[in-house]
């Protein structure tokens, strides 16, 4: 089995990653732990909790498996994330064992160059390929590479490449829920304290509140169609299987059984 981690910012690029990982053969692990692959036992939160915030919920990575891949998708706090993989790595030497490592991250305001230097520059400790260019991939051992959402191109975030995908099967909630959201002044914006792309993701909650009443944006993700067969040819979703299918593949040299 070979070995791979994606770090991520957040829940909603979690589930992005998850769905378009089953595009490309993969399983989700059911939670069992007696079922887990022994190879990412380490990173079984500990709980509870006895020291800072008690409330803070610990992050177990997501697990997924395709027969031949074991990978794990985790989840940092965001600027934190560098620091807190980094940590966990080497807590327990799992820099040196893994086939493939990779960064999706979002561009936000950001050019998504300068994103993707400032995970090089802090991964090079423990990777020293890590790439300086979004939507690059190194083939040393183990691969790494970065994908700076939402097309390594412009700037934004994970919610573009949510709605850019979703007008291939929701056009017209999404139309319905553009008409709401944009119905919101300034001075209703600013009371809100919505911040420069709050406006994406409450056109995604509008619709997810009509598939799905009372959910979640990452439920929604889950549970219906934004990701899928129908939506996988959409250019940036497209994007970032062909990035997920290049690093997960090509394991000639990689570490592991």
Request: charge should be negative; avoid cysteine.
């Amino acid at each position: 089995m070979k070995y791979a981690m994606l770090a991520v910012e957040g829940p909603t690029d979690q589930a992005v990653v998850g769905q378009s990982l089953k595009l490309l053969g993969f399983k989700r692990f059911g939670g069992q732990s007696d079922e887990l692959d022994g190879f990412w036992t380490p990173l079984i939160p500990r709980y509870p909790s006895q020291t800072g915030n008690l409330y803070e919920r610990l992050p177990m990575p997501s697990i997924f498996e395709d027969g031949v891949t074991s990978l794990a998708i985790y989840t940092g706090g965001g600027s934190d994330l560098i620091r807190q993989v980094s940590a966990l790595l080497l807590n327990h030497d799992l820099h040196e064992k893994l086939a493939a490592f990779g960064v999706i991250a979002d561009a936000d305001k950001q050019a998504p160059s300068d994103v993707a230097r400032k995970y090089q520059q802090g991964f090079r400790p423990l990777f020293p390929d890590f790439p300086t260019t979004p939507g690059e991939l190194t083939n040393g051992a183990p691969k790494t590479g970065i994908f700076v959402l939402p097309d390594n191109n412009q700037q934004g975030v994970v919610e573009h490449l949510i709605i850019e995908a979703g007008e291939a099967v929701y056009g017209t909630l999404l139309q319905r829920a553009r008409a709401y959201v944009d119905g919101f002044d300034e001075a209703e914006r600013r009371a809100a304290k919505w911040k420069p792309f709050s406006p994406e993701k409450a056109v995604i909650a509008a619709v997810a509140s009509l598939l799905k009443p009372g959910s979640t944006n990452t439920v929604t993700l889950t549970d219906n169609l934004w990701i899928s067969e129908q939506t996988k040819a959409r250019s940036m979703l497209a994007g970032l299987i062909d990035f997920l299918e290049g690093l997960l593949g090509g394991w000639e040299n990689a570490p592991g059984g």
